[in-house]
């Protein structure tokens, strides 16, 4: 009875060997203890449900995870709305299967110009210090001179720097460090017991989605995991981290059009300007 039990070991060792193992990418700059806590019981879900491996697979910037997805590297990535046109462009497989909802359950949300209470007004903003996120943030360079030139300025006639998280947007400008900064309105809203207050905000841009590449899971599991995520009992998904927690809408390529309105045919700079 041992023996067979130790064969049955090694067999169901040798089935997980063999299980096919998809590789994805959470948001950069998240500590891993942090994006383990967040993800592991959907990734845990979602795999077992599918009959896959699903391993996490840090990148420290989004052109970091942008780079692994078109080489096929990744299989499926959490994105924002800019990151995923960029992958779009030299990726035509890749695809949004579902947004995860806010808190507040909207599958959108919007990013605003912070400043210190008082402080200035846009028509001000020549030769300003411009707090951004990443080069590939929505809420970073894109957002930011969307709203700027709405307002009859541009980042380019101020300096400009990223700081790569929203919080350190906000509490650079808060500490008077920079006199503008660019990040998610639901993270300025936080800070406003500080002084910081929103000039300008921008339209609705569609909620971070769960990005699947279609060169490398086939059409039928694309619309099973999309199906898993919109149809899950609310009760197993109360268990779950906060990305994932609040529910799905689904998503499709048409949604990120207000971000290509914004982006046109600009090149968002790599590096800030001073």
Not at 27 to 41: G, I, M
Not at 90 to 99: G, I, T
Not at 244 to 252: I, L, S, V, Y
């Amino acid at each position: 009875m041992r023996c067979v039990g130790l064969l049955i070991g090694i067999v169901w060792a040798i089935g997980l060997a063999r299980a096919e193992e998809w590789r994805f990418a959470p948001l950069p700059l998240e500590a891993p203890e942090t994006v383990v806590a967040s993800w592991k019981p959907t990734l845990d879900y979602l795999a077992e449900k599918l009959g896959v491996a699903i391993r996490i697979d840090y990148s420290d910037s989004y052109e970091a995870i942008i780079d692994k997805f078109a080489s096929g590297q990744i299989e499926l990535a959490y994105l924002g709305p800019l990151p995923y046109v960029e992958l779009k462009k030299r990726l035509p497989a890749a695809e949004p299967l579902v947004h995860f909802r806010e808190k507040d359950g909207a599958a959108t949300y919007t990013c605003a110009l912070v400043a210190v209470e008082g402080n200035m007004t846009l028509r001000q903003m020549q030769g300003k210090k411009v707090a951004l996120t990443q080069p590939l943030s929505t809420c970073g360079y894109l957002a930011a001179e969307g709203l700027l030139r709405a307002a009859g300025t541009s980042l380019e006639k101020n300096r400009y720097r990223y700081l790569d998280k929203h919080d350190a947007v906000a509490l650079a400008v808060v500490r008077g460090e920079y006199d503008l900064g660019s990040l998610r309105t639901a993270i300025a809203k936080k800070y406003r017991h500080l002084g910081l207050t929103i000039l300008a905000e921008s339209p609705p841009f569609p909620a971070l989605a769960l990005v699947a590449h279609g060169g490398r899971i086939d059409p039928a599991r694309r619309e099973r995991l999309r199906k898993l995520l919109l149809e899950v009992d609310p009760a197993i998904r109360a268990r779950w981290g906060e990305p994932t927690r609040h529910g799905a809408a689904p998503a499709q390529d048409a949604d990120y059009d207000v971000v290509r309105g914004y982006l046109q045919n600009r090149t968002i700079p790599r590096q800030g300007n001073f």
